[in-house]
Nanobody, 121 residues
Framework: QVQLVESGGGLVQPGGSLRLSCAASGTIWHVNDMGWYRQAPGKERELVARITGGGSTNYADSVKGRFTISRDNAKNTVYLQMNSLTPEDTAVYYC???????????????WGQGTQVTVSS
């Protein structure tokens, strides 16, 4: 019905940068909020950043000033620019989107499959 496909993860050295992308496809009438979450080994999944359809953003305190979330509404795509990465940012990063599939249905949250980000020297 709705698919979220992430890309852009990988291995990077401390202090480096990565840009994640997540494209929503399928039966989409409107995409509301989009966001990024992450889950490190042995820890719970946590919010990294979210962005509304109008462009308002919020960030976890741990990434403020280093990460930037943005979106392209025409492409139903959300991005996460990650700078000054540290080993503590190592995790699987998941895309999340609040999507309406038609004008008569309420929205539902969908998740991507996750992309691994590893920060190590």
């Amino acid at each position: 019905q709705v698919q979220l496909v992430e890309s852009g993860g990988g291995l990077v050295q401390p202090g480096g940068s990565l840009r994640l992308s997540c494209a929503a496809s399928g039966t989409i009438w409107h995409v509301n909020d989009m966001g990024w979450y992450r889950q490190a080994p042995g820890k719970e999944r946590e919010l990294v950043a979210r962005i509304t359809g109008g462009g308002s953003t919020n960030y976890a305190d741990s990434v403020k000033g280093r990460f930037t979330i943005s979106r392209d509404n025409a492409k139903n795509t959300v991005y996460l620019q990650m700078n000054s990465l540290t080993p503590e940012d190592t995790a699987v990063y998941y895309c999340n989107a609040d999507v309406r599939t038609s004008y008569i249905t309420t929205s539902s949250y969908y998740w991507g499959q996750g992309t691994q980000v590893t920060v190590s020297s």
